[in-house]
C-alpha cells in the first residue's frame, strides 16, 4: 500500500510537467512460468516426504500475461517504468518413488512491477534494462491434490498480497509511428500477506516473455 501511495504522489508531482516528458507506454501479451518457495512450499515438501515419497520434485506451472506499461522519463539515461500485468501463478510438487502425489497452487494475480530502466541503443532498435520493485495481489489462491485418481481442490486463501523484487531486460524496433517490443522478466516474492488459514509464508517466482507495441509518443525513434 505504502508503495503504492509513493507512486501515485510521484507521477502526481511530475504531472504538470508530462507533456515535455515524452512519455511512452504500450500493451503486451506473453506467456512463462512459475514455482512455489518458502516455508508452505517446504511444510508440503515435508508432508510428502512423511507419506513414503523418495522423490520430491518443483514443478513448473504454466502461465500466460496480459498487461501494459508507461514509462516516465527522468535523465537523459534513466527513466521510471511501472508495467501493470495480470496472469495466473501458481507451482506445484510432485512427489513419486514410494509415494506419488501433485500437489499445486494456483491463483489469478495482478502484479504492478516499478522499475527503474535504462536504454541503450543498437544499430537495429534499443536495448531496455530494468530493475525494481512490484506488489501484486491474488484472488482464489487454490491448492489441488491429485495421485492419478483421486482429485482435490481447496482454498487457501481468498486474497493474497505479495511484495518482492523485480528485473529483466528488453527489446525495442521502431517502425512507423510506433514500435515491436520483446520483454524478459523475472519476478521473486520477498513478504506475503495471506489469510490465517494459510500458517506458512508463501512465495512465488515467475519468469514470463512477452511481445508488445508502443502506442504512445517515445521520446527515442
Not at 140 to 159: C, F, L, T
Request: hydrophobic share 50%; glycine share 16%.
Amino acid at each position: 500500500m505504502k508503495l503504492r501511495i509513493l507512486a501515485i504522489v510521484l507521477l502526481g508531482a511530475l504531472a504538470p510537467g508530462l507533456p515535455a516528458l515524452e512519455l511512452s507506454g504500450g500493451v503486451r501479451l506473453g506467456a512463462g512460468g512459475s514455482l512455489l518457495y518458502g516455508g508452505y512450499a517446504d511444510d508440503v515438501r515435508a508432508e510428502l516426504e512423511s507419506l513414503g515419497a523418495a522423490v520430491v520434485r518443483n514443478r513448473l506451472y504454466p502461465s500466460w500475461r496480459l498487461g501494459g506499461w508507461i514509462e516516465v522519463p527522468l535523465l537523459a539515461f534513466l527513466s521510471v517504468r511501472v508495467e501493470p500485468c495480470l496472469g495466473p501463478v501458481g507451482g506445484a510438487l510432485l512427489a513419486s518413488d514410494g509415494y506419488d502425489l501433485l500437489v499445486g497452487v494456483t491463483g489469478l494475480e495482478l502484479a504492478v512491477p516499478a522499475l527503474a530502466a535504462t536504454r541503450i541503443r543498437l544499430p537495429a532498435g534499443e536495448l531496455v534494462l530494468g530493475a525494481g520493485v512490484y506488489v501484486a495481489g491474488a484472488v482464489s489462491v487454490r491448492e489441488v491434490r491429485n495421485d492419478g485418481v483421486i482429485r482435490s481442490e481447496g482454498e487457501i486463501a481468498a486474497v493474497f498480497g505479495d511484495i518482492g523484487l523485480a528485473g529483466g531486460a528488453g527489446y525495442v524496433l521502431p517502425i512507423g509511428p510506433g514500435a515491436i517490443t520483446a520483454d524478459l522478466r523475472v519476478l521473486g516474492s520477498l513478504f506475503s500477506i495471506a489469510s490465517p488459514l494459510l500458517p506458512s509464508p508463501l512465495h512465488n517466482l515467475s519468469i514470463e516473455l512477452t511481445a508488445g507495441w508502443a502506442f504512445l509518443p517515445r521520446g527515442v525513434r
